[in-house]
């Protein structure tokens, strides 16, 4: 079946860390990218990308990185630099930029 | 103030009833998206439209171009539609992935 994974679904890590997200497609999909989550809030989009080897910053991507080298996988890093880690991340694709987006189930992740 | 801002932030309701959630938003769009999230986390997309009104089974989405606002209507509800449904817009030639998005509204349909 067609999908998007993220893993793993829960993840902790201690303070001063870095922590990697996956996110896989195999939808065929050129666009992806990732959200936050925090409680009584909107999702706030990180990090997207167009296309293979290709990203731009969203609004919040202070203390983040990501990488596109596969059509198939835009993983997240958390760094150590980004002050607020605790939350629920979410991953997206979607065909292109005009289309609707298909999400991950997420990854919770909490710092210790 | 968010650029997009939905009512009720939470809505609960006998099964049957017929459900309206309303977003507004403060920008001219090209989008404007559907989600829901259940919860345990995982987000469907519903409807993405940019004009008049479109129809999924027992869900219904309007938007008025001109009032800047859209309404997500369920009818004959049920305990499953219980969920949070969110609201988000796209701008420019973007309208799929710099989304802006509403805070979301949780609605609770009892049995």
């Known amino acids: 079946d067609g999908g998007i994974t993220q893993s793993p679904k829960y993840l902790f890590r201690k303070e001063g860390q870095n922590v990697t997200l996956s996110c896989e497609q195999n939808?065929?999909?050129?666009?992806m990218y990732w959200y936050r989550q925090d409680p009584g809030q909107g999702l706030r989009l990180i990090y997207y990308?167009?296309?293979?080897?290709?990203?731009q910053k969203g609004d919040i991507a202070e203390g983040y990185s990501v990488s596109r080298e596969k059509k198939e996988s835009f993983p997240l890093t958390v760094t150590s630099a980004q002050k607020n880690p605790t939350a629920f991340y979410l991953c997206?694709?979607?065909?292109?930029?005009?289309?609707?987006?298909?999400f991950g189930p997420g990854t919770r992740l909490t710092v210790l | 103030k968010n650029e997009v801002e939905q009512s009720p932030q939470n809505l609960t309701a006998q099964e049957g009833e017929f459900i309206t959630i309303n977003c507004s938003y403060s920008?001219?769009?090209?989008?404007l998206h559907w989600l829901q999230q259940h919860p345990g986390g995982g987000i469907v997309s519903l409807f993405m439209?940019?004009?008049g009104k479109k129809k999924h089974g027992r869900l219904i989405a309007t938007i008025n171009i001109q009032e800047k606002h859209s309404s997500l209507h369920i009818t004959a509800s049920h305990p499953r539609d219980s969920a949070v449904y969110i609201c988000?817009?796209?701008?420019?030639?973007?309208?799929?992935?710099?989304?802006?998005f509403g805070e979301g509204t949780q609605l609770t349909v009892n049995p």
């Open positions: 439209l940019s004009s």
């Open positions: 990308s167009q296309i293979v080897n290709d990203f």
């Open positions: 988000a817009v796209g701008v420019g030639e973007t309208s799929g992935s710099r989304l802006t």
């Open positions: 939808l065929n999909h050129d666009a």
């Open positions: 920008v001219g769009i090209s989008a």
């Open positions: 997206a694709s979607s065909k292109n930029t005009y289309n609707e987006q298909f």
